[in-house]
């Protein structure tokens, strides 16, 4: 196990300073992402009216185009592939995550991305190094969504001890929140992670 892996954890953080309430920020933010040639519509469940799903590298990008000259982000996820030894498989990360709550067309729009995206995509999701409160409510969901599709749902500590434990229901998950202290803002969860993934760990 790398160093860094024992500091990769769902320790709390404030929130990012990754920010698109400013306009002209946002609109400046559009025209860069929409001048990036890697840019791939996903038509199947990015087209919203005048709204545009874009995958990009390690990133999702949901685009408004009501006004050609302005386009705006509405919803942006980046994302990195960490391998972690002790699980035995690449994962991916969402690092950012940003989202206009005001507008209706990123309503699930997250959901959608986590599990017809990311995880259809790696198959293996964990938990970003830091989580804000709004970051462990994004987790609880899915973590409940997860079970409801009978998807494979771990607990798992990467200090030396290399604790891995199949969580099977929401009520034993509530209750593991509880006895290993999942979240919080000490140093010991730094270790501490959540993995949903669509295949059984061994």
Known sequence: MKFADLFESPQYTFPTEFNLDD????????????????KTPIA???????YTLYELPRSFVLV?????????????????????????KQCAQQIIVWSNTKD?????????IFFNHLLANYKTVITD???TSD?????????VEALQQNLFVYYINLLPTREIVP???YKQFQQLSNDKE???????????RIIITTTQLK
């Open 104 to 112: 209706p067309n990123t309503v699930n729009l997250a959901k959608d």
């Open 135 to 143: 970051g462990q409510r994004f987790w609880d969901r899915r973590i």
């Open 64 to 88: 408004d185009h009501s006004d050609e000259q302005q386009p705006k982000v509405a919803y942006v996820m980046k994302y990195k592939l960490v391998f972690h030894r002790f699980v035995g």
């Open 167 to 169: 969580i099977t229901d």
């Open 23 to 38: 306009p002209q920020a946002n609109i400046q933010t559009a025209k860069d992402l929409l001048s990036d040639k890697r």
């Open 129 to 131: 190094s830091n989580q």
């Open 44 to 50: 199947k469940s990015g087209q919203h009216g005048e």
């Open 182 to 192: 999942i979240w919080g803002n000490d140093p010991k969860h730094q270790a501490r």
